[in-house]
Each structure stands twice: as structure tokens, then as C-alpha cells.
């Protein structure tokens, strides 16, 4: 393929892709809100840990049969 005709075919393909682009967008939530979800999600997984972490033992935890 010659560097013009192959030239040519990336400009087009590129202003395709750029217009496809242009016209995809995904609703922006505020940089507070996805600060918020993140830390609440955090804070679901420590407690879940600390939870494992203090569960109640029983007798048999110690001695298996």
C-alpha cells in the first residue's frame, strides 16, 4: 500500500473514531460522591474483618475432635 492511500485511510478511520468518541459519554458523578462510595465501601471491609477478627470463640475452636 502506498504512504498516501494508507495516510488517507488512517485520517478517516481516526476522524470516525474521534466522532464516535465525541458522542459516547458517561454520566459524570462529582468527585465527592465517588470519594463518598469509596470510603463507605472501606469502611464495610474493615468491618468485616474486625468482625472475623473478634468473633466469639467456642471450646471447640480449640479443641478440634
Known sequence: MH???HHL???VVSAELH???RAFR???TSLRTRVGW???EVGL???ARSQ???APRTA???HPA
Open 3 to 5: 504512504a498516501d492511500v
Open 9 to 11: 485511510l488512517h485520517t
Open 19 to 21: 466522532s464516535r468518541a
Open 26 to 28: 458517561l454520566p459524570r
Open 38 to 40: 469509596t470510603l463507605v
Open 45 to 47: 471491609r474493615l468491618t
Open 52 to 54: 472475623e477478627a473478634t
Open 60 to 62: 471447640a475452636a480449640f
